[in-house]
């Protein structure tokens, strides 16, 4: 196995963590993190802010206080000694994951164009799929505002949202999963949680 002066390994994909890191130090992190090989997202959006004098047009955090960070549970340490970080997010005795596809509705709503901002956390509500529109394939929840359509995605293990608006025309409504669907899920979820856990005792 070919690895980096981190001891990474190349070419290795691991799943998505969070790391918790000091305020306002998201993207100092996030440049640390790229500088030692890691692979990291820092999303963040531009909000006007009132000066004393004047509106300004800002940069700020859509997950205030994180970085999520694709690392090897069992080597965690380089990414927990970058400057700026003091933890990473989980439950009990060691790390959660993230799911792949959380990241990837976030990275999608980025890239469409679309204004996107936090919103308030939604965990229920109608589940629908973008079909048409720079968003096509992307999966949230659906609300209405002020007579006007937009669309939820969540990181649930933050608690935390994201949205943006679109038009009412562009989605349709999910199934809701079978019965064996939740189970399968459910089982995976605890096998992934299992090999959480077992990497962190295995580097106690």
């Given amino acids: 196995m070919i690895v980096d002066d981190f001891g990474q390994a190349l070419n290795e994909i691991h799943p998505w963590f969070a790391l918790r890191v000091r305020s306002k130090h998201e993207q100092v992190a996030s440049l640390h993190l790229r500088s030692r090989g890691f692979e990291e997202f820092s999303p963040s959006y531009k909000t006007e802010r009132q000066w004393s004098d004047r509106k300004r047009i800002t940069d700020q955090s859509l997950f205030p206080g994180y970085v999520f960070c694709r690392l090897n549970a069992q080597d965690r340490l380089p990414a927990l000694t970058v400057p700026g970080v003091v933890g990473i997010v989980g439950f009990g005795d060691g790390p959660m994951i993230i799911p792949d596809e959380e990241v990837a509705r976030v990275r999608a709503m980025l890239n469409s164009g679309l204004v996107v901002m936090p919103w308030p956390f939604l965990k229920v ?7 048409r529109g720079p968003l096509a394939g992307v999966e949230g929840i659906l609300q209405e505002v002020k007579g006007k359509c937009r669309i939820v995605v969540s990181i649930n293990l933050l608690q935390r949202s994201v949205s943006s608006e679109i038009d009412r025309a562009w989605v349709r409504p999910v199934k809701p999963p079978t019965k064996s669907e939740v189970l ?3 089982g995976l979820h605890r096998l992934r949680e299992q090999h959480v856990l077992n990497s ?4 106690k």
């Fill in 125 to 131: 509500g109608e589940m629908v799929l973008i079909e």
């Fill in 184 to 186: 399968a899920r459910s």
């Fill in 200 to 203: 962190a005792m295995a580097i």
